[in-house]
Each structure stands twice: as C-alpha cells, then as structure tokens.
T-cell receptor, first 110, second 113 residues
C-alpha cells in the first residue's frame, strides 16, 4: 500500500462544474499536505498547502483536511479547460518524508 | 530570478555510460532534492540534501550518487546507466526541509538504451 493514494483518473468534468480530487494517506504522523498541479511535459507547481483540520480556500481552490479519516481533498470551483492537468497530492512526516501520490488526471470539457 | 535550473534537458545514454545531472537554485534555499518520475509511479525521491554539507538517501537511491557542491548546486550522478534508469528527473528546492513548498526545475528527460 502506497503511503499516499490517489485515483489516477481521468476525472472528467464539464466546464463550470466543481472538480473534486481526493487523496488518502496511511501515516497518522503526517502533518502537512500539499497539492501540486502538473501540466503534461512540465514540472509540478504548488497550488495549495494545508496543515490544520478543516477547509482552506484560495480563489477557486479549496483544500480540505480530515486527519481522523486520513484524507485530503482539493475542490476546484468553476472549472476551466485550463485546469486540465494532473494533480499531485503530497504529505510530509518524519525526517525526510515528503511523499507524493501518483496523481489524478483532470479533464475539463469545454 | 531563474528559480531552479537543470541541465541538460534531454539526454540519451548507452547502458554502462555515466553522466551527471546538474541543478542550481538562486532562491537561497537550504534544502534540495532529486526525484524521478515514471508513468504510474508518481514522483519518487532519490536523494535529498537538508542543508549545505549534508546528503541522505530517499526512497530509490540505488544506482545514483549526489554531491551538494555548495548552497546553490546539487548534482546527481549515474555511474553506470541502466535501462531501468530511463525516466524524467526533477530537481527541487525548499526553504527548509520537509514542511515547506518545493520548487521544481524543468526536468531532464533521460533515455538509457
């Protein structure tokens, strides 16, 4: 079992809809979580990070963390075709551990 | 600011050849990382350097060596390349180790024949 799990997708949503991306983790010691966006052939770039239980909003993006259930999610409101990319969830714990999930491919249909 | 730079962008090697991937950052970050990304496997940490003068193994260190040349530069060396090392390699840096955002370089696409 990977320490950070994501559904590989693709997740297809129509333009203007809410895209919901989910991530579960196995290490209860994980403290910080990050969502990166990666366009095809490009490097990952940070969208959001979250440390505390609850929701964190930034523009069209909302990150949600539930430590009791060990899941993290990313909501993208008013999805645009330019949001089509692979979204990587990463969690940190311990000394070096910055563990990435395999990513979820999102397709926003115009 | 260039951020994180990597050279080369593309490289083709024959089995058994050696090469060094170069990485530099101009953000005065303390920590630097080398990842490889393979289809269906996500990003896997090869080696990291929490601070200048230290290096440690990550998840998949076999077949690689690293050097933290100074605070700016962190190189990855393949001593005897194998086809299993065909991958996209990303260098990243962060202000401090583990709990901060990582900034990624553009990647090196390596093919080993």
């Amino acid at each position: 079992q990977k320490e950070v799990e994501q559904n590989s997708g693709p997740l297809s949503v129509p333009e203007g809809a809410i895209a919901s991306l989910n991530c579960t983790y196995s290490d209860r010691g994980s403290q910080s979580f990050f969502w990166y966006r990666q366009y095809s052939g490009k490097s990952p770039e940070l969208i959001m990070f979250i440390y505390s239980n609850g929701d964190k909003e930034d523009g069209r993006f909302t990150a949600q963390l539930n430590k009791a259930s060990q899941y993290v999610s990313l909501l993208i409101r008013d999805s645009q075709p330019s949001d089509s990319a692979t979204y990587l969830c990463a969690g940190t714990s311990g000394t070096y551990k910055y563990i990435f999930g395999t990513g979820t491919r999102l397709k926003v249909l115009a | 600011n260039a951020g994180v730079t990597q050279t080369p962008k593309f490289q083709v090697l024959k089995t058994g050849q050696s090469m060094t991937l170069q990485c530099a950052q101009d953000m005065n970050h303390n920590s630097m990382y080398w990842y490889r990304q393979d289809p269906g496997m996500g990003l896997r940490l090869i080696y990291y350097s929490a601070s200048e003068g230290t290096t440690d193994k990550g998840e998949v260190p076999n077949g690689y060596n690293v050097s933290r040349l100074n605070k700016r530069e962190f190189s990855l060396r393949l001593e005897s390349a194998a086809p299993s090392q065909t991958s996209v390699y990303f260098c990243a840096s962060s202000v401090q180790h583990s709990y901060n955002e990582q900034f990624f370089g553009p990647g090196t696409r390596l093919t080993v024949l």
